[in-house]
């Protein structure tokens, strides 16, 4: 399974949006160099006020293209960065790997996938009605995340647009995402 990164962002100050950039520079155990999210504890503010201690399984967030053009076809005008995350991808189906997967993107960097992102007001307040968009129920009543995965680097490298990302399952028993 595999796709490619269309944009990559980063932002060193709090904000929901991230500004695109020609490239992000991954960090092992840290994740964008840069990023306000990056370090080894959790760097989310709600996650902060929790628990300062905790792990950070947010250091890097991807978010699948396609998303934008689903959300388009409603009237809404969403493009890479503008929901926070780090990494854009095309192709690959993030929201369908397991906990545990491997992304190697690129010629060094390689991610591990931690989780679904939780959707958050703030979706609502960068255009309103959007977060029903990204959040909704399947066939059997379970809901669905659709903003994107969060991801812990594990091998740092430069990831820029147009690099390819692969993705290899995890052996054994898999588990679906949950949110982190």
């Not at 934008?68 to 960065?81: I, K, L, N, Q």
């Not at 926070?84 to 369908?96: A, M, S, V, Y």
């Not at 931690?114 to 977060?131: E, S, Y």
């Not at 054994?172 to 949110?179: Q, S």
């Amino acid at each position: 399974m595999s796709g490619t990164v269309t944009a990559v962002s980063s932002n060193g100050e709090y904000s929901f949006t991230k500004p695109n950039r020609d490239s992000v520079t991954l960090l092992a155990g840290l994740g964008v160099e840069g990023d306000i999210h990056a370090g080894v504890t959790v760097k989310h503010r709600s996650r902060v006020a929790h628990d300062p201690t905790q792990p950070n399984l947010r250091q890097v967030h991807l978010i699948h293209e396609e998303l934008f053009a689903e959300v388009g076809a409603e009237g809404f005008t969403v493009t890479p960065g503008d929901l926070g995350e780090n990494i854009t991808t095309r192709g690959i189906d993030l929201l369908g790997l397991p906990v545990g997967t491997l992304l190697h993107i690129g010629d060094e960097a390689v991610l591990e996938v931690t989780g679904l992102r939780n959707p958050c007001r703030q979706i609502d307040a960068f255009q309103g009605g959007l977060l029903k968009q990204v959040v909704g129920r399947d066939a059997a009543g379970n809901l669905v995340r659709k903003t994107g995965i969060m991801s812990v680097v594990r091998e740092g490298g430069v990831v820029r647009p147009g690099d390819t990302v692969k993705a290899v399952l995890p052996d054994g028993p898999r588990r679906p995402l949950e949110k982190v």
